[in-house]
């Protein structure tokens, strides 16, 4: 679904880009899709030389779920010090949070095709445990403690 985007970036770039299919879900939940990612990322960087690739240019890059995907690989490998460091992600309309679904930019955009609030939701649930059954409850925010709501107040809040 994204080879045109992603020969553009090769192209435009004077890069090499490596599209990982990862598993979906709801048949395969969550780590599945980042088990993948992550794989296919750590054998690509023990392999730079056979692809010929400069260890300083490796960047990561996700849209939506995929933009989530590539956050996580960025930060679990960050400490490794057996692998080349990434030079950058880029992460576009990256789905990264999931306390609050109230915030601003998803009462924003709520309506915005393609990806509607509720169906942001939905995708996110099915990616996380396979199943919708607490939808609503998430839409409304009851899905958090009200301690944990509290600790990631500073990061997580409208203002």
Known sequence: SHERICQYI?????SL??????RLAPEHKYPA??????SATQHFLQHLQHYGVDPARVT???????????AAVSQTLAGRSDLP????QILIYPGLQALDF???SYQQNRGVPLLFRERAVFYSLQYVQG???NLEEVLEGSHIPPDMRLKYRKWVNPD
């Open 85 to 88: 460091r990434l030079r950058a």
């Open 17 to 22: 880009v490596v599209s990982v299919g990862y």
């Open 102 to 104: 109230n915030l601003p």
């Open 131 to 133: 199943d919708t059954s």
């Open 33 to 38: 899709a980042y088990e993948d990612c992550l």
């Open 60 to 70: 990561v890059c996700g849209d939506s779920a995929g933009g989530n995907l590539a």
């Open 10 to 14: 090769a192209k435009e770039s004077g």
